[in-house]
């Protein structure tokens, strides 16, 4: 007998939730699941759980029958982590992309060895297809089959893991407690009043069940910080590291078809209560958490997050910790973000602020959801950043529906020219369950093709699994705007900017060229892509341009990683424009680029114009490139003020190219590194996000592995 399915109702009003008028038979034990990455040794405190457990030990009705056994937060044999959680009669297991395959696993092997317990789910990676297709869609799907596989998703994601007894969709604090409630009440045997979870019965029938409102008022959710959850998990592991994820408020009024931030919660954006969340960093400080990642959305999108601002700065004043905060800056930032960004970056809190904009082509932002972007304010902001001292981050998804080859070259250049010159992180696409993007018929509109492959880390090490089981991600490697061969050229072509440009390594005669002879950066970075394929005289260019070619194609054959791994530099993964950066200084062969670059760039000039000023922006260029094994300060004389001009530019001024005598003292003696292995650690790897690889430009944080 085929397996039955049951419609899906849409709720006309809440019907009553379950709550207990009587204790459960026994004290039932709840295994916490949250697996997240060690990064350089140090791990996350898992929040997503210590919510769920804050929340239900301040609300449910007989909250003392409940206990909540140590949350398994890091990555271990599966084999161990279920020996850890013989006593649990439930598992309560937070699912996202970096642990859902562990988490299956886990969830199995429980699963088989304790066939009468429980095991739900929660999290983002459930997919959600209520959730997903609500809003108005960018696609018409003709196909049938396509609607089917959407409508499909969530009952396929339980016939596909039958093992789950539960799933859980949106926010999950108060469904968690429901089901706690409901537990007392009989067993789980009717879960009919169970709002926003999902589930197969015993026949084999599929339910998907109302889903619960938002919880717009935060307030009577506890902090799983301040209320001493984590303390247990603290005090069993004190040799561990620990950093944390942060929410001062929760929502995304964003509709990004790539994302599922917004997707998961919904639009409306609920802060929490600003006493909670002062006293949360005063937790941070008083325990020594070096990072905070703060899991908004969009940081400063509310004018509380100015004070906010102020209350990190002033625990950084007083406790020395956190020494870093990474955050996701509003995506049309107003005068009250760049506030804040300068309280942070003035604290020295600030890493680099995160700028957005993952496309420059309008045809891509409307198909995104991103038509909404104001360009000009975030050219002002970047400028008012840039004046200030704060160092920022561009983020570009590529490659995004719509982009095409002479779109995303357009865009790099617009980004530049509008004074991003610290770095554009461009980020391979990849689907989440729950995003717009994950749709089927959304991929057949617009061409997608996918790549099944491993998951990860930037700077992290390869085969870091301790239980051999894999992360998996499906990444984008063409569209019907940018078929496989362009995707190859398109991906080289980041590879060859982030290495020229935001690796430092060309952008001062890059900088000149565009200043003084209103060269287009596009022009320049064409060059540099062409140029070395037309002749056999820049082997050291053909060399570089090969690597990044070879190393794109095999990661869209899906035999090649997103990062490369060298074992001889740290054994770790690099991105592959860095792992270049290293092999040419290891190699010595940075003079002989230099050369071939002089032979690209000075092709640019025309014949009538002064090639001297180009000449010297190389040759600066080249001393100012941060090595290791320096002993002495390094002394330049110049026939111009290049210096000074490529300066002013980088701040968005313009100043008068002088022929005069400039001399200068390069300091290569403050910062030193005496092995190579120190230099590609602190100099190479921590340096790449603020691009703080010239001399006279310094990187106050240490960076760690997995973060970008």
């Avoid at 909250?63 to 309560?92: H, K, M, R, T």
């Avoid at 969709?169 to 706690?180: A, M, N, P, S």
């Avoid at 490697?477 to 398109?490: F, G, L």
């Avoid at 005598?661 to 390069?666: A, D, L, M, N």
Wanted: with cysteine; charged share 25%; aromatic share 12%.
């Amino acid at each position: 007998m085929a397996p039955k399915t049951i419609p899906l109702k849409i709720a006309t009003e809440s019907p009553p939730y379950p709550i207990a008028t009587k204790p459960p038979p026994k004290t039932i034990r709840i295994g916490p699941i949250q697996l997240n990455n060690s990064f350089s040794g140090q791990c996350y405190l898992p929040l997503s759980v210590g919510m769920l457990q804050a929340y239900a030990q301040k609300h449910l009705s007989y909250a003392e029958y409940y206990e909540f056994l140590l949350a398994i937060y890091d990555f271990a044999p599966i084999s161990e982590i279920v020996d850890q959680l013989g006593d649990a009669d439930i598992l309560a297991i937070s699912l996202y992309v970096w642990n859902f395959e562990n988490s299956m696993a886990i969830a199995k092997e429980f699963k088989r060895r304790y066939p009468n317990r429980l095991v739900i789910v929660g999290g983002p990676h459930v997919p959600d297809s209520k959730k997903q297709f609500e809003r108005i869609k960018k696609t018409d799907p003709k196909p049938d089959e396509l609607k089917r596989k959407r409508m499909g998703m969530t009952e396929k994601f339980h016939r596909d893991h039958p093992y789950i007894d539960i799933a859980c969709h949106g926010e999950g604090e108060r469904v968690f407690r429901y089901i706690l409630e409901q537990l007392a009440i009989d067993g789980l045997k009717d879960k009919t009043k169970l709002p926003s979870v999902s589930y197969l019965e015993h026949d084999g029938a599929f339910y998907h069940n109302s889903k619960l409102e938002r919880m717009f008022d935060l307030s009577n959710t506890p902090s799983p910080y301040l209320n001493g959850i984590f303390d247990p998990l603290m005090n069993t592991h004190p040799d561990q590291k620990w950093i944390a994820m942060w929410e001062t408020d929760r929502g995304c009024p964003y509709q990004c078809t790539y994302c599922d931030w917004g997707g998961a919660i919904e639009d409306k954006i609920s802060p929490f209560p600003l006493e909670r969340v002062a006293r949360e960093a005063e937790w941070f400080g008083k325990h020594k958490i070096p990072y905070i990642f703060l899991a908004n959305a969009n940081f400063t999108i509310l004018k509380v997050d100015v004070e906010i601002a102020r209350k990190l700065a002033e625990v950084k004043a007083k406790y020395g910790f956190p020494e870093g905060i990474s955050v996701q800056n509003a995506k049309n930032p107003k005068p009250h973000a760049f506030e804040a960004l300068t309280i942070l970056e003035e604290a020295g809190l600030n890493k680099a602020t995160v700028m957005s904009i993952q496309s420059k082509n309008y045809e891509t932002l409307k198909a995104v959801r991103r038509e909404n972007m104001k360009p000009d304010e975030y050219k002002q902001i970047q400028i008012k950043l840039r004046e200030k001292g704060t160092y920022t981050t561009t983020d570009y998804i590529f490659p995004m529906p719509m982009e095409t080859y002479e779109s995303l070259l357009s865009g790099i250049a617009t980004i530049i020219s509008e004074g991003q010159h610290d770095r554009i992180q461009f980020n391979n696409l990849s689907i989440l369950p729950n995003a717009e993007m994950g749709d089927p018929e959304y991929q057949e509109f617009y061409g997608m093709e996918m790549v099944r492959t491993p998951i990860t880390n930037i700077h992290g090490r390869k085969n870091a699994s301790v239980s051999s089981i894999e992360e998996m991600q499906d990444l984008v490697i063409a569209t019907n705007t940018m078929p496989r061969v362009e995707w190859v050229k398109a991906r080289t072509l980041c590879y060859v900017v982030a290495f020229t440009y935001f690796n430092k390594l060309l952008q001062v005669p890059i900088m000149i060229l565009n200043e003084i002879y209103d060269i287009p950066y596009r022009d320049t970075f064409e060059a540099l892509m062409e140029k070395p394929k037309q002749t056999n005289n820049l082997p050291v260019f053909g060399e570089i341009l090969d690597f990044f070619c070879s190393f794109s194609k095999d990661m869209q054959d899906g035999t090649q990683e997103e990062f490369f791994h060298s074992p001889e530099c740290l054994d770790i993964l690099w991105p592959p424009d860095e792992y270049a950066l290293i092999k040419l200084c290891r190699e010595n062969k940075l003079v002989e680029f230099y050369k071939e670059a002089e032979q690209i760039l000075t092709q640019l000039v025309e014949p009538d114009k002064p090639i001297g000023p180009l000449l010297e922006a190389v040759k600066l260029n080249q001393s100012l490139i941060k090595l290791p094994f320096q002993t002495t300060d390094v002394e330049i004389i110049l026939s111009y003020n290049i210096w000074e001009t490529y300066q002013a530019a980088r701040l968005e001024q313009k100043i008068k190219l002088k022929q005069e005598g400039c001399q200068y003292i390069i300091d290569r003696t403050t910062e030193r590194w005496t092995t190579w292995e120190e230099w590609y650690e602190k100099m190479v790897w921590w340096c790449n996000r603020r691009g703080a690889y010239l001399y006279g430009n310094k990187n106050p944080h240490t960076e760690i592995a997995g973060h970008h």
